[in-house]
T-cell receptor, first 114, second 114 residues
């Protein structure tokens, strides 16, 4: 079945550091890939997405490229801020029986210190 | 405000009690789902619906019932609460049945069963 593997957290960075959160996936079809962010006490929010190979999703300075050859969708940001502290979830959406089935990774907690 | 509204935000139940978690969306989304979030396990799908009158089981459906009488509402019923159902519950909706639609999440219900 489909699966998503994220790097273990927590990740602790100083403000303005470069961020990479690794995500790899296994899927039998042609999934779409997503990154969600969850701030403390809130629900998940869609951060960015890519629907086919070589697509790059971007939003709020975050980027991720759909790499079919390495089955990866790593999240990057050039300069993190304290306000980026949150839990980040990688997810894929695939079709099952004509409807989308979404599989989430276990989440990576990011802590940015001033 | 447009979005997914969940009530209540917090709930404490005694073992064996029943209750209903409410979820409503005003975006005319056909696709709705319920997830539970547990530490170290990411999000797991409980039940989902692809439209009014149509529901199906996810990966952890035991102990939960759902119904979808309208496009807007998708309540989750706990039949006889057990401590193993202590979790944070999220309702989510999507505009697309295909793989390109991201989810809009509610802010969650934190449930404790004692």
């Amino acid at each position: 079945g489909d699966s998503v593997t994220q790097m273990e957290g927590p990740v602790t960075l100083s403000e303005e550091a470069f961020l990479t959160i690794n995500c790899t996936y296994t899927a039998t079809g042609y999934p779409s890939l997503f990154w969600y962010v969850q701030y403390p006490g809130e629900g998940l929010q869609l951060l960015l997405k890519a629907t086919k190979a070589d697509d790059k999703g971007s939003n709020k300075g975050f980027e991720a490229t759909y790499r079919k050859e390495t089955t990866s969708f790593h999240l990057e940001k050039g300069s993190v801020q304290v306000s980026d502290s949150a839990v980040y979830f990688c997810a894929l959406s695939d079709l099952r029986g004509g409807y989308q089935k979404v599989t989430f990774g276990t989440g990576t907690k990011l802590q940015v210190i001033p | 405000n447009a979005g997914v509204t969940q009530t209540p935000k917090f709930q404490v139940l005694k073992t064996g009690q029943s209750m209903t978690l409410q979820c409503a969306q005003d975006m005319n989304h056909e696709y709705m789902s319920w997830y539970r979030q547990d530490p170290g396990m990411g999000l797991r799908l409980i039940h989902y619906s692809v439209g009014a009158g149509i529901t199906d089981q996810g990966e952890v459906p035991n102990g939960y019932n759902v119904s979808r009488s309208t496009t807007e509402d998708f309540p989750l019923r706990l039949l006889s609460a057990a401590p193993s159902q202590t979790s944070v519950y999220f309702c989510a909706s999507s505009y697309s049945m295909g793989t390109d639609g991201g989810y809009t999440f509610g802010s969650g219900t934190r449930l404790t069963v004692v």
